[in-house]
Structure formats: C-alpha cells, structure tokens
C-alpha cells in the first residue's frame, strides 16, 4: 500500500492501538488560505493534529508485521523524523530519499551543501562544525538534525537503490509520490523481464 502525502485527516490502522490523524484543512473563516493570524492558527494546530500510537515494543518484538517505509526527498529531515518516530514505537521502519543527490541548506539559498547518498552522517557534521559555520548551522537546526540522523542509521538510503519489499509506504511530498510510484512501476517491468528469461 502507498499513502499519498497527507492533506486532510486521513486514519491508518497501522495496530490495533493506532490512529495517525493530521488536519491541513485551509478553512479559516472567510479569510484567503495562508493569511490567518498566529493566533488563530495555533490553536487549530494543537487542537486538531493528533498522533497516538500504540505503546514502544517489548524487546526483539515488533506491534505489527507491516514493514514500513518513509520516503522524502533527501532522507534527512521528513522521512528521518518519521522513522524515529516509528521506530520508538516498535514498528519494523526503514526510511529513504528519492533524490539524485542529498541537499541540505547552505549558507546562502542558491548555494546548498550537496552530497551523494553513500556519504555518512558522521562524514557531514564535521563541515558544518568548522568555527565560522557551527553558530549559523546550530541554530537552524541542521547540526541536531543530523546528530539525530546518526543515532537512527549510518548514512541516508536512496529508495530507488533498495530492493526490499514494503507493506506500507508513505511519502512525504506529492513529487516523491510520483518518483516512488515511478520506480515500483520499473521494478515490476523489471522482475516480470527476469521471470520471463527463466
């Protein structure tokens, strides 16, 4: 099963426990959609976005045997956020990018800090620690990012590079849905060529 990018309260029974319910409803009373004051926005955040999920495993034992995958474009920041989530939770996780290369803000908007996907996390922090970038990156957050990264995997995975089969995948962006879907289609014409040769 594929999820597409949530954009209205959507329920998955991933356990028996489980409710994943996120609300980006645009109805803010008459005003034009991205234009709500603080205040009216925050409350409506807390209020309607909920995430419960079933209580952390017991050791060596999963809550579910759907084995999931979460996908964005760089495995860095949405899919990693997901995973580790996940992850505490006792489900079987593993998360992906779909992107040719890892980005990740740079100093300036039109100069990002590009690397290949094989580049581990502990192979990037030391660029950003280098004494006149380690204020800039600590505080947008990049170097808790990444050091939150390295505690859940080595190095970020590109999804068209795995062959492992998934019950569940949810991505995180309407753009990663298509390359997702783009490249299960490849697989499929792929192994149907393989068991043909056969």
């Known amino acids: ?8 309260v959507k329920r998955s029974p991933l356990s028996q426990n489980t409710v994943l319910t996120v609300n980006n409803n645009d109805n803010n009373n008459g005003n034009s959609p991205g234009k709500r004051s603080s205040q ?11 995430c419960r999920l079933s209580p952390t495993q017991s050791k060596g034992k999963f809550v579910s045997d759907l084995k999931i995958a ?14 580790n989530l996940l992850k505490k939770r006792g489900f079987k996780v593993e998360s992906f990018g779909t992107g040719s290369c890892v980005k990740l803000p740079g100093a300036t908007i039109d100069k990002p800090n590009v690397y290949s996907f094989n580049t581990s996390y502990d192979e ?32 970020p995975e590109r999804f ?22 783009e490249d299960l289609s490849e697989k499929r014409q792929q192994y149907v060529q393989d068991g043909a040769r056969d």
């Not at 009216?40 to 909920?50: C, G, Y």
């Not at 979460?70 to 995973?83: D, F, G, I, K, L």
């Not at 939150?148 to 190095?155: A, F, G, T």
Request: aromatic residues 6%; positive net charge.
């Open 160 to 181: 068209q590079d795995n062959r492992d089969e998934f019950d569940l995948v949810i991505t995180c962006q309407e753009r990663v849905f298509d390359q997702v879907l």
């Open 40 to 50: 009216e926005l925050e409350p409506e955040r807390s209020s309607k976005r909920v």
């Open 70 to 83: 979460v996908v964005c474009s760089s495995n860095q920041n949405r899919s990693m956020e997901a995973h």
């Open 1 to 8: 099963m594929i999820m597409s990018p949530i954009t209205n």
């Open 124 to 155: 990037q922090i030391p660029r950003f620690k280098r004494k006149k970038d380690q204020v800039f990156y600590t505080q947008n957050g990049l170097l808790n990012m990444l050091d939150r990264n390295r505690r859940i995997k080595p190095k």
